[in-house]
């Protein structure tokens, strides 16, 4: 069963958001399912960097994008996009550094952040 499946329920109506959302989902599947299928650490790690490097260079964008368009809230938005990538960026030195292990509860923590940024941005 997929932790992190995509479905329509997610879409914002941006296509290029939409389809940098579906990356998102898709890298953290990949953390996932090397979870599941006891992936070394240092693999894990390695997935896990191109997740927060996702994460940077999808709210840099889609601040652009809000900002762009004048769209409402946007220092709101761009002040959570900064807390979130915060928060993914610290767990990554957590996890390079051995003082945290990927397992389901960061999968579960992941899961949260995803559905919290997508759901409460106003688009």
Avoid: C
């Avoid at 769209?71 to 945290?100: F, M, Y």
């Amino acid at each position: 069963m997929s932790l992190f499946e995509w479905n329509d329920e997610f879409s914002v109506g941006i296509a290029e958001i939409d389809s940098e959302h579906r990356e998102l989902f898709r890298i953290a599947e990949e953390l996932h399912e090397g979870i599941l299928n006891g992936t070394t650490e240092d693999d894990l790690g390695v997935v896990y960097s191109r997740l927060a490097e996702q994460t940077r260079a999808h709210f840099e964008k889609e601040d652009a994008i809000l900002r762009k368009e004048g769209r409402p809230n946007i220092e709101q938005t761009s002040r959570e996009h900064l807390r979130l990538t915060q928060k993914v960026e610290a767990l990554g030195r957590r996890i390079e550094k051995r003082q945290t292990r990927l397992d389901m509860e960061t999968l579960r923590f992941l899961r949260t952040w995803l559905d919290h940024h997508i759901r409460d941005t106003k688009y």
